[in-house]
């Protein structure tokens, strides 16, 4: 039997035969998009309050976050577009992935993005204060290693483009 621990504007705690976990209220599914041209990937820097700070981050947002029937290319193409201000001509699913099942249901899909034009300044919307780099794949491993050092996190979905040997 499922119920209803408690439930804020965003989040709510379930209990299901005994096992306790956390699901959005709206979509449980997020895009991620993986945002390569020209030997360079695109990444977003933000406040995440749960992680203490700025984390370090591919672009991504949640599905179905403004219109409930948003289907995942136009959601990928809205938060790229959005947080980084680069526009995909091209986006290709490459697989969906649980961030952490034994907490919650949410999903992630990853898109990759090609045919990249740049739009607007990028940094989010309603107050986000996104910060937006473009980096070098050579460069990126040394990219994540300084910014980790000046006390940024860095969200793990970020091997995706780093490789398994990266630290």
Do not use: C, N
């Not at 193409?77 to 290709?92: K, P, S, V």
């Amino acid at each position: 039997m499922k119920r209803i621990l408690w439930q804020g504007r965003f989040l709510r705690a379930i209990d299901e035969d005994g096992w306790e976990y956390v699901e959005r209220r709206t979509s449980p599914e997020v895009v991620v998009i993986v945002a390569v041209q020209d030997e360079r990937v695109l990444l977003v820097e933000q406040d995440r309050r749960a992680a203490g700070g700025r984390v370090l981050e591919l672009p991504a947002g949640l599905v179905g976050d403004e219109d409930a029937d948003e289907d995942l290319a136009t959601a990928a193409a809205r938060e790229l577009e959005e947080e980084t201000g680069w526009r995909a001509g091209a986006l290709e699913v490459l697989g969906s992935y649980f961030s952490s099942p034994g907490l919650t249901p949410e999903r992630y899909t990853v898109v990759r993005a090609t045919r990249l034009t740049r739009v607007a300044d990028g940094g989010g919307v309603g107050g986000e204060d996104i910060a937006v780099h473009r980096v070098r794949l050579s460069e990126l491993a040394d990219f994540v290693r300084r910014r980790r050092a000046e006390g940024v996190g860095v969200d793990v979905k970020l091997w995706l483009v780093l490789g398994p040997d990266a630290i």
